[in-house]
């Protein structure tokens, strides 16, 4: 009984040391989830096996064993045996198998820190074309363009401290852009952003206006985390952790209607349908992820991300 309480203490302790490394490894719980935009329709739309599912509430529940970080430590312990009684040795060997993978790669990281400077061929899949870390010559050519637009579109914008691997970190203070208003569900501002996603936003403005889109809810914009689709954490940097994407609980109407995902994508609201509709249109984003086609990890959410180009120049992609 002794031994095992402690074996919890010791495994939650490797997982809150692990957790402390969100560069390394993600730690996205399913309400916070993010993916990459699946490559087909077909891809999209298909149904999670109940084998992943299982799986994957098995992975959440210990990381939001593991995540309580703060708590004390008798609260991580009984919360970790807790786990363990639910799905007994399965869950503990699963844990450890992790535990031990993520040692594993961490060690690993230490060893090399410098190559994973360059993003490793895995992360590279998921970032934008000519995305490079740190910043090419040309992101930072394009991210100048990107500037002198937001001055030219008459967007109020303040430079911002570095942060993951957001390429030009900027805030925009009022968090109005094309004439919609942007709010946050959790936090108060200042919200950091890419220059690149401010710039996407705005040219989506007056078609979300004409739907009639006044304000859009988001759950949070940048994050250091990877991504995470139909229940699954990939070792893929999510674009989040560029300040290219936002996760959007809720739309609000010029009425006060407000539209959200969560309860209403999956009754047929038309205006969600229609929001969705004109982003995946615009060719400016990639394919708006939505209960539909990530029912697991996108159920309450929609999460629209910028399609960058770094190897095209600014103004031929407007
Ligand atoms: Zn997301």
Redesign the pocket.
Known sequence: MARSLLASVVLAGVAALVVGRVDAQPVTTPAQ???VAPATKAAADAKPTSKSAAKSKTVSKSKTASKSKTASKSKTASKSKKLKGASKSKSASKAKKRSSAKIASKSKKQRSKKATRVASSSRADNMPRGFAWPPSEQMIAASKACESELDELGITWTRAAAEGRIVDPITVPSMELGGILYTSVYRKGPHKLDCHFVHTLAMIGPELRALGVREVRFG?IYRNTNVRVNGVTKNIL?R?ALGI???VNAFVDEYGRVAVVKDDYQLGDPLLLGIEQAINRTGKFRIV?TPKNDPIS?DD?F?I?AAVDYTAPMLSRR
Do not use: G
């Open positions: 989830a993010d993916a949070s999510s989040h994407a936002m996760d992820l996108h959410h999460h991300e």
